[in-house]
């Protein structure tokens, strides 16, 4: 059974930077990509960064030049690099993996972020 497990939320100052993690097990098919995604109240959950199985990486204009997302070589762990932090980016941050052909896909139980201006 895959499991994901987000962890490294917090509170932080505006300007200030968190890094998440997300730990993947179980997956039985092959990993082709993960992404994090946040879900402020009252919004959509939205793409914040996703990378590929191939290391191809892409950012939700919001983010981008602030905010890092890079794996292990072996998908144990995803992270993000969260930084010069806004209270825009105040949300409950989620990741989602795609396998099997993007055939299959796996939510973690959310991390809240929350970013005091």
């Known amino acids: 059974q895959v499991q994901l497990v987000e962890s490294g939320g917090g509170l932080v100052e505006a300007g200030g930077s968190l890094r998440l993690s997300c730990a993947v097990s179980?997956?039985?098919?092959?990993?082709?990509?993960l992404g994090w995604y946040r879900q402020a109240p009252g919004n959509q959950r939205e793409l914040v960064a996703i990378?590929?199985?191939?290391?191809?990486?892409n950012y939700a204009d919001s983010v981008r030049g602030r905010f890092t997302i890079s794996r292990d070589n072996a998908w144990n762990t995803v992270y993000l690099q969260m930084d010069s932090l806004k209270p825009e980016d105040t949300a409950v941050y989620y990741c989602?993996?795609?396998?099997?052909?993007?055939?299959?896909?796996?939510w973690g139980q959310g991390t809240q972020v929350t970013v005091s201006s």
């Open positions: 990378i590929t199985s191939g290391g191809i990486t």
């Open positions: 989602k993996l795609s396998a099997g052909g993007y055939m299959y896909t796996y």
């Open positions: 179980g997956s039985r098919f092959s990993i082709n990509a």
